[in-house]
């Protein structure tokens, strides 16, 4: 269960950090933030993109292929439950991020 919590939680990471950079990118091409505001807010956008992307994969390698885990119904169950506890959780707040995502006064 740990694994779908964990992977999940991950790629909702990722996935926001792409949202965000569409965002900023907006953001940037209508004049509401300047060029050094972009650069800034990418600088911690674009590497939590890549490292929830690639601890991702990583635990997915780690998982299916060195272990050999993730076979068996019970395994897939606890995976699902947990997967989507998380996703639940992250889709709940997803309309209140991205307006987050779109207000030039976002530092976070």
């Known amino acids: ?8 939680d991950m790629f909702v990471r990722a996935w926001t950090g792409v949202l965000r950079f569409a965002a900023l990118l907006v953001l940037y091409f209508q004049g509401r ?24 994969t990583a635990v997915f390698l780690l998982y299916f292929r060195s272990y050999g885990l993730g076979h068996s119904e019970l395994e897939q169950l606890g995976y699902f439950l947990a997967a989507t506890a998380r996703t639940v959780v ?9 307006e987050a995502m779109f207000d030039p006064r976002d530092n976070g």
Request: proline share 2%; with cysteine.
């Open 33 to 56: 933030i300047s060029g050094e505001v972009l650069f800034i807010r990418l600088n911690t956008t674009i590497p939590l993109i890549l490292l929830c992307g690639l601890t991702l």
């Open 1 to 8: 269960m740990f694994v779908g919590l964990a992977t999940a």
């Open 90 to 98: 992250f889709l709940w707040g997803l309309n209140r991020r991205i």
